[in-house]
């Protein structure tokens, strides 16, 4: 079993626990989980007909994976890293389109943190061939250029072009973009209540019968018992949260855990944190940023979670709590730790 998907099933066992055991009841959740996008997406809804819910989320998740996929051979995304470039008409090419068009304001109003085109430090590290390695710092310097989505990615109604050698993963886009799509989906169904969680990405819409709020758990990394929490978040419907962690994915080279989320600076793993969680009404939104911040020095980090407003939740790398004061209202911390707000 990969590190990946035992912690998503962790994830799943936490949220299980908090949202009840199910029964066949509008009074309780009809649940149901799917693989799709390399990972575990559960579905929870109210209601007296859930199948059409759980067959929407499956149809929107499968397609999206089909298109834009960083792991399907087929998709418009690996036809576009193979060849660097696909053509309006053909499979996929609107919906990577819209996607690359999202990102693209997400690399600007991150001042480059969040940036699909750090796929080529992945590659550089042994991510995806099974090789792990530590890249010498002037291999780093040979790809450096590689590493700018606003250099490197052009797109237009026609085609999109990425140049020689540029590498995409939407990994860090792509489950909210899903997500979004399922909120709209089972909103124009007539959903009133439900919860769907992408491996931590999760959104709510509606309350749980009785009235009361989503309640939902964030793992503690420097914990050893997997039941372990850090925080409790009590989410109103139509929000989002999303959680980065350096447990999701990581490779292991002599011993030393490296995460998969790269500094832009550095072209080296992300050091700052072990876990950021961001709270917003957007899954795209919370998915992004909290990649995003998760990348960035902790000064930085701070000072842009605070500066924009931003409800966030940080663990950082010597284990202090940090709850920016957006998210005040949200978060609270198991009676044994502090928190710096």
Partial sequence: MSKNLLFVILVAILLFLYLGTFQSSSNTPYRKTIIAMDTYVTTSVY????????????????????????????????????????????????????????????????????????????????????????????????????????????????????????LINLGGIAGGFALEECKKALLQKGYENFLIDDAGDIITEGTKPDG????????DPLDENPNSLAAHIVLPGGKAVSTSGSYERFIEVEGKKLNHIFDPMTGRPAESFVSVTVIGDSPIFVDVLSTALFA?????????????????????????????ESAKNYITLPKRQNAQL
């Fill in 47 to 166: 209601s007296k007909d859930p199948q059409a819910a759980f067959d929407k989320v499956f149809q929107i998740f499968s397609d999206v994976e089909r298109k834009v996929s960083f792991f399907e051979e087929k998709s418009a995304l690996s036809c576009l890293n193979k060849r660097h470039l696909i053509k309006a008409g053909e499979a996929g090419f609107e919906t990577l389109k819209a996607l690359l068009e999202i990102t693209l304001s997400y690399v600007k109003e991150t001042d480059g943190y969040f940036d699909p085109s750090f796929a080529i430090y992945q590659a550089a590290y042994g991510f995806y061939d099974q090789n792990p390695r530590i890249p010498a710092d002037e291999d780093i310097k040979a790809i450096v250029h590689l590493a700018s989505f606003q250099n490197n990615v052009h797109i237009s109604e026609e085609e999109i072009k990425t140049e020689r050698g540029t």
């Fill in 212 to 219: 009361s709020l989503w309640k939902i758990g964030v793992k």
């Fill in 296 to 324: 960035m020095p902790e000064e930085k980090a701070i000072s842009f979670t605070e500066n924009s407003k931003i409800a966030a939740f940080f663990i950082t790398a010597d284990g202090r709590r940090i709850i920016s």
